[in-house]
């Protein structure tokens, strides 16, 4: 689904690739380091999220391990939501707080510098939209949203298009995590070659497990059923 862009947004977004693109002459925040792959696989990779995110409860969004500041600053661009950029890798989170205060997004866009799980603890139930790209299989995602998820909450990750195991996997531990499958979107970007999906969880109830775990053990050791 393609998303309409004032003026201002195309403005900001191209600031905020240009920025990575800077940055990461010095410093590693990603692989992709042209315009034109920034552009297809950051920017509009990010983009065809809007929808779900848009659609989803009011409140504000956590992007898990948001790199170099994809999905979020995008998203925070676009949609106008509260947005936490959550990094754990000190040089990447300082990068990102010069990145949204360069954008004029201080006020929208808050950097934490630590892990999933810290958050979860110090803001449960905090956030009415989490979303992850290319981070996480979906069982360990589901797991790191789930305490993070206010109820009624959605989970909005951007996976590769070939996911049926993850998913198939995603599916059995519902419940135990309080959140459940919503659907999915398959899309094809501009180039008309790389496939993404866009997979929704919404967090009911309550988990029947402890969450957060310690630190690394969702990644680690992910929920089976």
């Known amino acids: 689904m393609k ?11 191209h600031d905020h690739l240009s920025l990575v693109i800077e940055a990461n002459k010095t410093t ?13 696989l950051h920017v509009e990779d990010s983009l065809v999220g809007v929808d779900k995110v848009t659609s989803a409860p009011t409140g504000a969004l956590a992007d898990l391990g948001s790199g170099a500041g994809f999905p979020g600053i995008p998203l925070a661009i676009t949609t106008g939501r509260d947005v936490t950029l ?21 006020n929208q866009v808050t950097v934490y510098p630590g892990r999933a799980e810290q958050l979860a603890s110090e803001q449960p139930e905090g956030f009415a939209v989490i979303t992850a790209r290319a981070l996480s299989s979906l069982p360990s995602l589901m797991e790191l949203a789930s305490p993070l998820l206010m109820q009624g909450g959605n989970l909005v990750c951007y996976k590769s298009s070939d996911i049926e195991e993850e998913l198939s996997a995603a599916l059995l531990i519902q419940e135990k995590l309080a959140i459940y499958y919503v ?16 997979v929704v969880f919404k967090k009911e109830g309550q988990p029947l497990v402890k969450l957060p775990r310690r630190e690394g053990q969702a990644q680690r050791k992910p929920y089976r059923k």
């Open 183 to 198: 659907g999915k979107r398959d899309v094809v970007l501009s180039d008309g070659e790389t496939k993404r999906s866009i």
């Open 86 to 106: 959550i990094e754990s890798v000190g040089k990447k989170a300082s990068l990102l707080k010069e990145f949204a205060a360069a954008l004029g997004l201080e």
């Open 28 to 40: 590693n925040i990603t692989r992709i380091d042209t315009w034109d792959s920034g552009w297809l």
């Open 3 to 13: 998303t309409t862009l004032t003026t201002e947004q195309e403005s900001k977004l």
